[in-house]
């Protein structure tokens, strides 16, 4: 089954300390996977993809196949990442394509 | 200005309606995507469209209707046979490798 867990709803720490959003994944193929945030009154946008190994606004992602996890990881948090964030993974079904989306966590970073 | 206008961005439903959500893109892409956004589950897969034409059932697709008449327009069809409809609908499209997906403002579906 194909399918994407963000054990956390809600995770909230001070400004300055590190961050780490969960996401595990399930999947036969080889996983694409992305991490889409969404700040308070924005759109939805993709924030990083495994794929480019890059990191944007201070945040990476390792891809562990081993423990089939992608969380994301910032050393030092500020009060502008407060926003939701979403974990998704690229699935093949049939001859197309879907993305499929964790629950969400709710980040929280206080001053 | 580019990218996927939603409309309304509000939207009310009564008992035994139906109702459709548009949504078009002018960023020429093939494929669009309808989810729906509830709180604590995340975003899930109604319908999604690769190509004019042609579309496929996502995971929850019971209660809904879509069509793929011309490539920047994917309007959403909430029937009666959707008995819990309230929420925020997104709709999305994709670029042609899939790598990203463009999201629009949303729709909020309350019912009365």
């Known amino acids: 089954a194909q399918r994407v867990t963000q054990p956390e709803k809600l995770l909230s720490v001070f400004k300055g300390a590190p961050v780490e959003l969960k996401c595990n994944y399930s999947?036969?193929?080889?996983?694409?996977l992305f991490w889409y945030v969404q700040y308070s009154r924005q759109r939805l946008q993709l924030l990083l993809r495994h794929i480019s190994r890059e990191s944007i606004k201070g945040f990476t992602a390792d891809l562990n196949k081993g423990e089939t996890s992608f969380h994301l990881k910032k050393p030092f948090a500020q009060e502008e990442d407060s926003a939701m964030y979403y974990c998704a993974l690229l699935a093949a079904v049939d001859s197309s394509y879907k993305l499929i989306f964790g629950s969400g966590t709710r980040l929280l970073v206080r001053p | 200005d580019g990218g996927i206008t939603q409309s309304p961005k509000y939207l009310f439903r009564k008992e035994g309606q139906n109702v459709t959500l548009s949504c078009e893109q002018n960023l020429n892409h093939d494929a669009m995507y309808w989810y729906r956004q509830d709180p604590g589950q995340g975003l899930r897969l109604i319908y999604y469209s690769q190509i004019v034409n042609d579309f496929q059932k996502g995971d929850i697709a019971e209660g809904y209707s879509v069509s793929r008449e011309k490539k920047e327009s994917f309007p959403l069809t909430v029937t009666s046979a959707q008995k819990n409809p309230t929420a925020f609908y997104l709709c999305?499209?994709?670029?042609?490798?899939?790598?990203?997906?463009?999201f629009g403002s949303g729709t909020q579906l309350s019912v009365l």
């Open positions: 999947y036969s193929g080889s996983p694409e």
């Open positions: 999305a499209s994709s670029t042609p490798d899939r790598d990203e997906l463009f």
